[in-house]
Structure formats: structure tokens, C-alpha cells
């Protein structure tokens, strides 16, 4: 089968202040489109609840040109890269994600990685043995809730980084959990199990694959232990791929999005891996396909009719590392029929927590965005 034609995806317009949050500070260039009009539909939403709560409404209805826009069917999806509550960035779990959290609450559906394993304490876990190992409390993506986020992918190098009793705690949170965690399981069927939905009205389908995992570590689900959805192994990958395909054969309109964990660590051009496999999610029918792992922002194209945004770098993360304090926020329209479209919002990570660019610093970030490299 041929596969998909590419294009590069080029988002150029120039983001303000992030929904609306500089106050008094010099004016600087209208927020993208799909950007404002998350930020519109917030708006709105607010609205209507002020309306519906009260007997003599006091808030100003929406105007015709937002409502018209707020009622389409186009959905508004956003997404970002690795969070967890490592040193500093624990501090998000009382302080939340500031105005990169409102972009995520804005759109109609939102979804990160959730890079850690879950548990309350250290009490009776082992560490695996490796460079960095991850463990945050259940208050964390509780806090991801509370800001916006709908799904998160547990599909990681980390998600098992304190052995199966580690595991065993982190499905045991995720069961406990109104926030939908797709990635993990106890059987392998779990691990690859969609999470499933409908997004004003329209059906959304949301898997996770993990590419990523050191040499002496199976973290595969098997012989009646859990494990992480892993595609590093041939078989693996052909499962993901089926799971998509399934959900696109399911509902040929649907959303089927893949949050995939890949690439090299620290590399800002994507490997002829990703790419590859990008193409076979994207004959497979995938919507979006969106990555993390390199810890680094990468570039986005689309295949054929699937938009692709290979790495969306550190998102709420600690880092001792300049480079990979780059962030922002992905907003992805999908229209009814034809290619979604993308815009980055583009942030920097300070004490740990994201922090949106504005003015002139966003421009240009968002203008390095658009030439990202291939080819690693």
C-alpha cells in the first residue's frame, strides 16, 4: 500500500496573552484562531452556567459570530507532553497549571502523559534500576482533573518505574479515579483498551502506545502481571495498530486519537521510527496521532488526512536542562470532514510548572516550531 502523502504543517499566526490573562501589559498580536476560539467557548460555557444558575441572568449573552462558532461541528482538542510531580514540579499539585491549564480547560476535550508511576508513599515499592525513577501521589492527577484534562496516557519508560507492586498501586489509583488513564493494564488486552467517548456529540476514541523502555526490562503485561502498552516489539505495534483500525472501522467519522511515546531523548529531530510509524497509524485511520519522550518539542506535519505532532516536549516537569524547558500547549481543530488543523502555544517551564510565552517571544517560538527538522 503507498503510503499517505505528507505535508508540514505551518501554523503562523501569533499568539497574545493566554486567554486573556496579561492585564495591564502592552498590547501584543491576536491570539491564533483555534487558541481564541478556545478561549471563546470558555467564555461562553461560563455564560450559560451564570445564566442557567440564576432566575435574572447578569451575564452577557455570547455574540451571533462566537456563537455560531461555539455551535459548529468542529471540536477543539488540546494536548501536552510529560507531567509529573517531581521535585519542584509537585509544587502544580496545590498551585495548578496557570493559563497553559486554562488553554487545556478551554478547549472541549484535553489529554497529557502522565509520566510516573501512582502511589501515595514509598512504603513496600522497590525502585527499578535505572537513571531516573518517578513516583507521585494521587493528588497529582486529581490536580490534572481539576484543570481541565480528560484523558491521560500512563503508556511511559515510568510508568513502571517502581517494578509490578508499583504497578499494582497505579491501577489501583487509576480505578479509583474519575480521570480516564489508557496504557496500562493487568492483561495485555487492558494495556491496549481505548479509552472511549463523545465530545459534543462526536465520537472520540483516545489509545496510547510505548515505544520506550531500557534493554534489561520486559514491562510487557503477561504470565498474570501487569504491564504497559508496549509497541516496541513487532507484536506490540501490530496490536496498536489493530486498535485503531478497529476503532476507525467502528465509526468511520470518528475522532481515533494515539498519544505515542517515542523518539530520542533530547533529540529535536524526529528518527525515520517515528516516521514510519506514524505513516502506518495514519493508514490505520488514526485522527491525531501526538508524541512525548524526547523531552524535547518537535516538529508536526500531517499524512494524508492525520495530523501529526511528533513531540510535545516537557510540559510540567523538572528539569536541570535549558533546552528542555521549552513547552506549550497543542489546540487541534477537527472539523466535520478534511485534515485537522494545529496551532502551538508555546511556553517555558519555570520552578517546573509551564509558563505561556506572549508577544513577540511567543511569535518567534511558534516561527521555530514550523521548521523543526527530521531526519535524527
Known amino acids: ?76 482538542l488540546a494536548f501536552a507532553g510529560d507531567a509529573n510531580a517531581f521535585k519542584a514540579a509537585g509544587d502544580s499539585t496545590r498551585l495548578g497549571l496557570g493559563d497553559a491549564g486554562r488553554l487545556l480547560a478551554a478547549a472541549d476535550w484535553s489529554m497529557v502523559n502522565l509520566e510516573t508511576a501512582l502511589a501515595d508513599d514509598e512504603s513496600g515499592l522497590s525502585k527499578q534500576p535505572k537513571l531516573y525513577t518517578f513516583l507521585t501521589g494521587r493528588a497529582f492527577p486529581e490536580m490534572l482533573q481539576r484543570e481541565g484534562v480528560d484523558v491521560v496516557s500512563l503508556a511511559n519508560n515510568h510508568a513502571m518505574d517502581y517494578g509490578v507492586e508499583g504497578m499494582e498501586r497505579t491501577l489501583a489509583i487509576r480505578d479509583a479515579s474519575t480521570l480516564p488513564m489508557v496504557g496500562v493494564g493487568r492483561t495485555r488486552q487492558e494495556a491496549f483498551s481505548p479509552w472511549r467517548g463523545a465530545v459534543r456529540g462526536r465520537p472520540v476514541v483516545a489509545l496510547a502506545g510505548n515505544d520506550i523502555l531500557e534493554s534489561n526490562m520486559d514491562w510487557r503485561p503477561r504470565d498474570g502481571r501487569p504491564g504497559v502498552a508496549m509497541v516496541k516489539t513487532e507484536e506490540g505495534f501490530d496490536a496498536l495498530v489493530e486498535a485503531v483500525r478497529a476503532a476507525r472501522e467502528d465509526d468511520p467519522e470518528g475522532v481515533v486519537v494515539v498519544f505515542m511515546h517515542w523518539g530520542i531523548d533530547y533529540q529535536v529531530c524526529t528518527t525515520r521510527r517515528q516516521e514510519s510509524m506514524a505513516e502506518r497509524l495514519a493508514s490505520a485511520g488514526a485522527t491525531i496521532v501526538v ?85 535524527c
Request: net charge positive.
Open 1 to 76: 500500500m503507498p503510503l499517505p502523502q505528507r505535508s508540514l504543517l505551518v501554523a503562523a499566526t501569533a499568539l497574545c496573552c493566554v486567554v486573556g490573562a496579561c492585564g495591564g501589559q502592552p498590547a501584543t498580536p491576536a491570539a491564533p484562531p483555534v487558541v481564541q476560539e478556545a478561549a471563546e467557548r470558555a467564555k461562553s460555557s461560563s455564560a450559560s452556567a451564570s445564566t442557567a444558575a440564576s432566575p435574572t441572568p447578569s451575564a452577557t449573552p455570547a455574540s451571533p459570530a462566537t456563537a455560531s462558532r461555539v455551535s459548529d461541528g468542529d471540536l477543539l
Open 291 to 375: 508524541g512525548t519522550h524526547a523531552h524535547r518539542v518537535q516538529r508536526a506535519e500531517t499524512i494524508g488526512s492525520t495530523l501529526v505532532a511528533y513531540g510535545l516536549g516537557n510540559f510540567n516537569f523538572y528539569s536541570d536542562r535549558v533546552s528542555t524547558r521549552e513547552t506549550g500547549v497543542l489546540t487541534v481543530r477537527v472539523p466535520t470532514s478534511g485534515t485537522p488543523s494545529a496551532e502551538w502555544a508555546p511556553g517555558r517551564i519555570v520552578g517546573g510548572r509551564p509558563e505561556m510565552l506572549t508577544g513577540a517571544e511567543a511569535a518567534e517560538a511558534r516561527t521555530r516550531w514550523t521548521t523543526l527538522p527530521g531526519g
